[in-house]
C-alpha cells in the first residue's frame, strides 16, 4: 500500500491523539498520515493520494437528531471515502461512528436501542468470515473494546456479516472486498482505552460513578484481538 490515512473525527484532542498512536502501532506501519476532519476538510487530492483510510472513533451519532455544519460535513466526507472504497480504488476500515455513516449510505437502518457500555466484549465471527483475510485468522471468536450508543439494526444491503455477539447483532461487516467496518474499537490496548476513558466520563457510555470500576475491568482484559484485525489491514492491501 502506497499510504494509510488515518481520519480523525473526534472534537477531544487528546484523545484524538492518543487514537492516532494507537492506531500507527495496530498496524504496524513506521508513519501514519493523518486527517483531522473536525479542522480540515477531505480534499481531492488527500482522496486520491492514499490507498487506504482507517477511521476512528467519535462521540457524534448518526441518528443524532440536530447536527451542527461541521458534523455533516463530516459525515458527507467520511462517505466520499466510503464510496472510494466501494469502487475498489482504496481500502477503508470505519469504526464506531463510522459503521453508521456506512450503514445509512447503504440503506440500512440503525437504532439506539442496541448499546454497549465501555468493556471489552467477545465477538463471534461467521461463517463467511472463514475465508476473509481480516477475520479469517481471528475464528471463531475475538475479544474487543466496545462503547456506542447506535449500531445497525441488521447488516446493511450488499454487505457481509462478518462479526456478531448477543449485545449487538452487527460487530463487524465487510462490503466488496475492500470496505470494512466495525462497530467495535480494534485500536486500542487496555491502557489506551483506559485512558481514553477519562475524556468521556460524562458522555453517558458508562456510569461516571464507577469509572474506577470500569477502568480495572479494563485494564484487566485479556488477549485483545483488535490489533490483529489492523495488521492484516496493512499487510492484505499492501
Not at 456478531?164 to 447483532?169: D, E, G, R, S, Y
Request: glycine letters at 8%; charged letters at 20%.
Amino acid at each position: 500500500m502506497a499510504s494509510i490515512l488515518y481520519v480523525c473525527v473526534r472534537p477531544e484532542r487528546g484523545a484524538a491523539d492518543a487514537e492516532h498512536v494507537s492506531f500507527q502501532r495496530g498496524l504496524g506501519v513506521a508513519a501514519l498520515d493523518q486527517l483531522d476532519l473536525i479542522s480540515d476538510p477531505l480534499t481531492d487530492e488527500l482522496l486520491s493520494r492514499h490507498d487506504g483510510f482507517v477511521i476512528g472513533g467519535s462521540p457524534f451519532n448518526v441518528t443524532d437528531a440536530v447536527k451542527t455544519p461541521l458534523q455533516q460535513r463530516v459525515e458527507a466526507d467520511l462517505e466520499r471515502i466510503a464510496a472510494r472504497a466501494l469502487s475498489g480504488e482504496a481500502a477503508a476500515m470505519f469504526t464506531c461512528y463510522g459503521i453508521g455513516v456506512v450503514t445509512r449510505l447503504l440503506g440500512g437502518a440503525l437504532t439506539l436501542e442496541r448499546p454497549e457500555s465501555t468493556r471489552a466484549s467477545e465477538i463471534r465471527t461467521t461463517d463467511e468470515a472463514a475465508s476473509d483475510p481480516l477475520f479469517g485468522p481471528s475464528a471463531p471468536a475475538l475479544t474487543v473494546f466496545t462503547a456506542h450508543k447506535e449500531s445497525a439494526v441488521a447488516v446493511p444491503p450488499g454487505a457481509t456479516l462478518l462479526a456478531t455477539n448477543a449485545a449487538c447483532a452487527v460487530q463487524a461487516y465487510r462490503v466488496g472486498t475492500q470496505l470494512y467496518a466495525t462497530q467495535f474499537h480494534p485500536e486500542p490496548s487496555p491502557q489506551d482505552f483506559a485512558n481514553r476513558m477519562t475524556f468521556y466520563r460524562n458522555n453517558g457510555y458508562f456510569d461516571a460513578a464507577e469509572f474506577d470500576a470500569v477502568k480495572a475491568e479494563i485494564l484487566a482484559a485479556q488477549d485483545v484481538g483488535g490489533e490483529d484485525l489492523l495488521r492484516r489491514f496493512a499487510l492484505t492491501f499492501g
